[in-house]
């Protein structure tokens, strides 16, 4: 088992799914699906012996010699004349604390959303197809340690969500189909132009001890590894690192979505069908604020330092905004996702904070709101396929008639809202540890509170509005939770339950790498500070 | 006539075998087309012999760097070199799919009694083209760019009796026949300020400042306007859209990769070994005093590839879309040059080697849609990817890969383009050009929007595919696919093809 290629094959495996399903005939509905399962449940098995084998202790971030379960092989060398330089491209997987737990959230999300995707009518075949390449994507990113590699992986997401929003959504799906799909390219066109400025500014050293040109994300952390000419080099006075964070910011800031770059949410989130949106919400939002975490923060931390009152400040735009915005829906989903911008603030507010307690609850609540927003989104999908209509105001005194239902999507709700004792509450209660111990953003900080209350309010008030009062005439016959809803739905419920009750578990997984993280930004001013004069 | 002479032509001949190859080619053909006069079916095979046989010489002497034809001095009026070869391997090739697509082309099949020409003037475009990249004097510029023009007109108007065909070969004609009047215009001076008409003796004479003055500047100009023409860049693109669409679909593809292709390479040849100073180590060059060509040519493609792709929103028919869309890769493939260094030539040639497979495989995707379907408006293609799948995934993937999106070969390419343009620390343009990427989203989705999402409001007719269209398309579908994740070999041919003789 020690030398087991275990990320690539929890990456690769959905693709040896695709493969077979593409020679299963489309009448077998049944074997599809259960294939997807199976696939999607290996991953889980998979997330959870990475898990076990997984030392604490080991830091990450910009040390390849702390990362764990590595896979570097090369991919591509070109070999050439002086002017078109060596090209190398790595092969280069590998986790730390921070991509850990996005690959079990990952798995466990994209396990619930198979067992959503069961009563989807249309095109069955297609439908898997694409789902198991954007489930290829999202791993892709979240272990790949080469900038060529990640972007590859990054852009790979954006062609069978296209399709799963474009075919199996809502009735305006091809309006948000494409919206996203513009939106998050002209994000990525951002990160690619980066992407090869850094190539032209950063170098490896090799065995022999010659320095080429790379793509390595790990060597471009290293001050030292910068030409003295690069566009991109702290090294050179006139460099572009700032625009360069800028662009590479904003192309994952689209992703998050960070206001003002969050209009395609809302559309995506509700024409695409329950178990997309629960992706969506669920994994994707998260590959913004962790390209954030693994690129801008190490690359740029001259950078992040003099930017992060801004990143803060963009965090609680995003927190008051959204919870602005939800408090207006009328429909159930578009609540919900305004929600997502909402919380998604308070991610970019703990990361601002620059420590440990910050940017652990920042990472806690990504995988937080990864469960919670998961679990929002199917029980909204649950109300939906039974009533086939989504305003809060057709509802009333669902209680009665669907107590379980209530139950769980009580549950969800006050997590979500941040109730103590629930996974919530932990991470929301560290983000703002670490931005008031931080002295900048302190104020920042002070004001998004005010996000809590928010949330409260519009959470309650959606509450009031579906489950209490009268129950309509109309919904008198509907059925309360079958068995594959209470699949999807319990584990994530023990999740929110467990981590509410035992954070550690999470912190400790990314407790080492959120130290070393912390003490390469601090060290970062003195290194930084000596080479160019900060 | 001396020996020496005697021995130089001789030596002269054996370098351009492929083009020789060609000649016997036309002979053959117009021989066989007499002698069995209602088989037609020899025609494809005779043609595909001869691409073999000229292939197979220009890979014999690939790596070739010589003159041919000498004109007295140290120079000749050819020029053998790698990266002349490496364009006319990529003719030869994309000849060789266009004769596969035109056997399985309903459009060409319905002129039966005609087919000797066709293939005829195919190999006299070959032929045209193959001087056009190797040719070093302005007199066999404009003869191998007029076979190649003359050839194509009758080409592009071949299915007569359609309306639209003949507009597409009149329009042709015209906007040619004035832009090859103002490039000989062009040449003229030139020839009137340097006494003579070899690029190589050009860029020796003008090495002295008092022939950098303004009227040579304006020859070059007027020069470029006729190689603009060729490689549709804006403004001398208006012929573009109309030829595209009124042509036959093989010839189109034709025009879109070869004669591109042609244009491109005798492009990079005229301006670098006309106005070239010197190239320094890292592989940039220096220009020539007056002639600021690097913002010239960033300003013409920029507007190519804004044009290009601004007007491809709006498209409904298949044919103008993708004529829209190789304007503006014009436009990008233009950037490479415009980076004034071997690394954007590079750049250009791997662009081109992608270029041709998903270009060509999007239009062989489209012939045989129009085949069954007798149409090529967008709106006939609405589920598409539901009643013939395997022709509406081929189609999206070559869609996918000329936005330049990963995994795909496309992505390569861009990449190389903007990786040159990044080294030469030409950020603004790396941007627009990549903001116009993103536009290009927009109307190659469109095309996928109506084949997956929209369904016809009648069941749309499954139509069967022959099995060799099948292998056609798949052939065309494997390098679109692999060398998106392993582009190494591409790259390295690129390296070894950069080569200018000389330079």
């Not at chain 1, 199917?378 to 109300?383: D, F, K």
């Not at chain 2, 050839?151 to 592009?156: K, V």
């Not at chain 2, 060799?468 to 041919?493: C, N």
């Amino acid at each position: 088992m020690e030398n087991f290629p275990i990320l690539s094959f929890i990456t690769f495996l959905p693709v040896v799914g695709m493969l077979i399903i593409l020679f299963i005939p489309k009448t077998q509905e049944t074997v599809i699906k259960s294939l997807t399962l199976l696939v999607t449940g290996i991953q889980v098995i998979a997330a959870l012996i990475i898990l076990h084998g997984f030392n604490y202790s080991l830091g990450g971030i910009n040390d390849p010699s702390s990362f764990q379960f590595i896979e570097k092989f090369k991919w591509i060398d070109i070999t050439g004349f002086s002017w078109i330089g060596r090209i190398k491209v790595d092969y280069f997987l590998g986790i730390d604390g921070l991509s850990v737990t996005m690959v079990l959230l990952t798995a466990i999300v994209t396990f619930i959303a198979t067992l959503s995707s069961w009563n989807i009518s249309k095109s069955i075949k297609g439908y898997f197809l694409m789902f198991l390449l954007l489930d290829t994507g999202m791993m892709g990113v979240f272990v790949a340690l080469d900038f060529f590699l990640f972007y590859i992986f990054w852009e790979l997401m954006l062609l069978p969500m296209y399709f799963l929003i474009g075919i199996w959504g809502g009735p305006r799906r091809e309006y948000a189909a494409i919206k996203f799909f513009l939106y998050t390219l002209l994000g990525s066109v951002f990160i690619l132009l980066v992407m090869i400025g850094l190539y032209f500014s950063s170098t490896e050293t090799l065995a022999d001890g010659s320095k080429i040109f790379t793509f390595n994300m790990l060597s471009m952390m290293d001050v030292h590894n910068f030409t003295a000419n690069g566009i991109l080099s702290p090294l050179n006075p006139n460099n572009l690192r700032l625009i360069a964070y800028i662009a590479l910011f904003v192309g994952f800031a689209i992703k998050i979505p960070m206001f003002p770059f969050h209009t395609w949410l809302p559309d995506a989130h509700v024409e695409a069908p329950t178990a997309i949106s629960v992706i969506l919400a669920g994994v994707l939002l998260k590959m913004g604020t962790y390209g954030i975490l693994r690129v801008c923060y190490p690359i740029f931390p001259d950078i992040t330092i003099k930017l992060v009152w801004f990143i803060a400040l963009f965090g609680l735009i995003n927190i008051i905004y959204g919870a602005l915005c939800a408090m207006a829906q009328k429909d159930f989903k578009k609540l919900i996702a305004y929600s997502s911008v909402s919380h998604m603030g308070f991610v970019l507010l703990g990361m601002a904070s620059l420590n440990t307690i910050g940017i652990s609850g920042a990472i806690l609540q990504m995988f937080n709101h990864g469960t919670i927003t998961a679990m929002l989104f199917l029980t909204v999908g649950v109300i939906y396929d039974r009533a086939h209509t989504r305003g809060l105001d057709d509802f009333g005194g669902l209680a009665t008639q669907m107590p379980i239902y209530a139950g769980f999507t009580t549950l969800a709700f006050f997590a979500a809202i941040g109730l103590p004792g629930l996974s919530g509450f932990v991470s929301e209660a560290f983000v703002f540890l670490g931005a008031f111990g931080s002295g900048s953003i302190r104020t920042l900080a002070v004001i998004g509170t005010l996000g809590i209350l928010l949330g409260a309010g519009y959470m309650l008030w959606t509450m009031q509005r579906v489950f209490l009062g009268s129950l309509k005439e109309k919904w008198n016959k509907l059925p309360d939770l079958d068995f594959r809803e209470y699949a999807m739905l319990i584990p994530l419920s023990l999740i929110v339950i467990f981590l509410g009750v035992y954070p550690s578990a999470m912190l400790n997984l990314m407790n080492a790498s959120v130290n070393h993280m912390v003490k390469f930004m601090m060290d970062a001013k003195t290194v930084y500070g000596s080479l160019i004069g900060f | 006539m001396n020996t020496y002479n005697l021995n130089y032509l001789v030596n002269s001949l054996y370098l351009i075998k492929p083009e020789i190859t060609i000649s016997i080619a036309i002979v053959i053909l117009v021989l066989v087309d007499l002698i069995m006069d209602k088989n037609k079916k020899l025609l494809p095979f005779v043609s595909m012999i001869g691409l073999v046989v000229a292939g197979y010489f220009i890979v014999d002497q690939f790596s070739t760097n010589s003159f041919a034809f000498n004109t007295g001095s140290s120079t000749g009026m050819l020029v053998i070199d790698p990266f002349g070869n490496f364009f006319k391997l990529l003719i030869v090739l994309a000849s060789a799919f266009i004769i596969l697509f035109s056997v399985s082309s309903k459009e060409i099949k319905e002129n039966l009694e005609r087919h000797g020409e066709y293939f005829t003037l195919i190999f006299g475009m070959i032929l045209g083209m193959m001087f056009m990249v190797s040719s070093a004097d302005l007199i066999v510029i404009y003869l191998s760019l007029e076979l190649v023009s003359l050839s194509s007109y009758i080409l592009a108007g071949f299915t007569k009796q359609t309306l639209r065909n003949s507009e597409a070969s009149l329009k042709y004609v015209i906007y040619g026949g004035i832009s090859s009047g103002i490039m000989l215009f062009g040449i003229s001076i030139i020839y009137g300020i340097t006494g003579s008409t070899n690029l190589y003796e050009i860029n020796s004479l003008i090495q002295s400042p008092q022939i950098q003055n303004l009227t040579f500047f304006l020859a070059g100009i007027l020069i470029f306007v006729g190689i603009g023409y060729k490689i549709s860049a804006a403004p001398f693109h208006f012929w573009t859209p109309d030829v595209y669409e009124g042509a036959p679909i093989p010839i189109t593809a034709f025009l879109s990769i070869a004669s591109k292709a042609a244009g491109f390479a005798l492009l990079i040849r005229f301006i670098k070994i006309t106005f070239i100073k010197s190239v320094d180590p890292e592989g940039f060059w220096h220009l020539l005093g007056i002639i600021d060509w690097k913002s010239f040519i960033i300003v013409i493609s920029i507007l190519t590839m804004t044009l290009g792709n601004f007007a491809a929103l709006w498209q409904n028919n298949m044919k103008r879309l993708l004529a829209y869309s190789s304007i503006a890769h014009a436009g990008y493939l233009l950037l490479g040059l415009a980076v004034m260094s071997n690394e954007g030539i590079a750049a250009i040639i791997i662009y081109f080697a992608i270029y041709a497979f998903m270009n060509l495989g999007a239009f062989l995707v489209v012939m045989l849609i129009a085949n069954k379907t007798g149409s090529e408006e967008l709106d006939d293609y609405k589920g598409l990817g539901y009643s013939t799948p395997f022709l509406g995934v081929a189609l999206a993937i070559f869609l996918v890969s000329l936005t330049g999106l990963p995994p795909t070969a496309g992505f390569i390419g861009k990449l190389y383009i903007f990786i040159a343009l990044v080294d030469a620390k030409m950020i603004v343009v790396a941007v627009i050009a990549l903001l116009n990427t993103v536009v290009s989203l927009y109307y190659y989705i469109r095309v996928l929007k109506h084949m997956f999402l929209d369904r016809p409001e009648k069941e749309a007719p499954a139509f069967s595919i022959s099995a060799a269209a099948v292998a056609l398309v798949v052939v065309m579908l494997t390098p679109v696919l692999v060398f998106g994740v392993y582009f190494t070999p591409l790259v390295d041919l690129a390296k070894n093809s950069v080569a200018l003789m000389g330079f």
